[in-house]
T-cell receptor, first 114, second 117 residues
Framework: NAGVTQTPKFRVLKTGQSMTLLCAQD?????MYWYRQDPGMGLRLIHY???????AKGEVPDGYNVSRLKKQNFLLGLESAAPSQTSVYFC?????????????FGSGTRLTVV | GESVGLHLPTLSVQEGDNSIINCAYS??????FIWYKQESGKGPQFIID?????DKRQGQRVTVLLNKTVKHLSLQIAATQPGDSAVYFC????????????????FGSGTQLTVLP
């Protein structure tokens, strides 16, 4: 039972490059989330999905796009990376909207944009 | 203690002592609260949760207290161990910001707990 798996774990990008972060969960969860974590700040929601084929914007969506083509996968894309996107990115999932459960988080992707 | 949006405070405790980590949440309409533990280089790990209709909930060595009057949440760790050293942060589930949208979690910035030998 792997839970939530994020790939890659580390990446260095040059300004203007693009990349995709992959999140995969094997718990059959409906809801999936992408957060970023910056020093001294709480996790901030980038985008989320309430089910296969759906996506919605969170608190800080600019510069990112997402796709949820399969229920188990949630992709986060950076079309043209900027130094302000240097951060640690976490994916999370939960079973459903009304679940009074904590989310399950992946181990994170540390992204540096130079 | 911690407050949503402020810089990371620190707490140092002696091994074996009890730890109390505080959190001031922002929204009186939040209905659900969670404490997470995050070790260095890892993702947040669920510790304990509490619904807004409760004042106290206990787990194994941990207790969460909720005071809705002053919008305050605390995490008590009994007999703190070296493995408890980590960043602890609270999260509140806030009402939807727009009609039809889902409730979201708002996370605090965390408290760094260091357990001294």
């Amino acid at each position: 039972n792997a839970g939530v798996t994020q790939t890659p774990k580390f990446r260095v990008l040059k300004t203007g490059q693009s990349m995709t972060l992959l999140c995969a969960q094997d718990m059959n969860h409906e809801y999936m989330y992408w957060y970023r974590q910056d020093p001294g700040m709480g996790l901030r929601l980038i985008h989320y999905s309430v089910g296969e084929g759906t996506t919605a914007k969170g608190e800080v969506p600019d510069g990112y796009n997402v796709s949820r083509l399969k229920k188990q996968n949630f992709l986060l894309g950076l079309e043209s990376a900027a130094p302000s996107q240097t951060s640690v990115y976490f994916c999370a999932s939960k079973r459903s909207a009304d679940t009074f459960y904590g989310y399950t988080f992946g181990s994170g992707t540390r992204l540096t944009v130079v | 203690g911690e407050s949503v949006g402020l810089h990371l405070p620190t707490l140092s405790v002696q091994e074996g002592d009890n730890s109390i980590i505080n959190c001031a949440y922002s929204n009186s309409a939040s209905d659900y609260f969670i404490w997470y533990k995050q070790e260095s280089g890892k993702g947040p790990q669920f510790i304990i949760d509490i619904r807004s209709n409760m004042d106290k909930r206990q787990g194994q060595r941990v207790t969460v207290l909720l005071n809705k009057t002053v919008k305050h949440l605390s995490l008590q760790i009994a007999a703190t161990q070296p493995g408890d050293s980590a960043v602890y942060f609270c999260a509140e589930r806030t009402p939807p910001t727009t009609s039809g949208s889902a409730r979201q979690l708002t996370f605090g910035s965390g408290t760094q707990l260091t357990v001294l030998p």
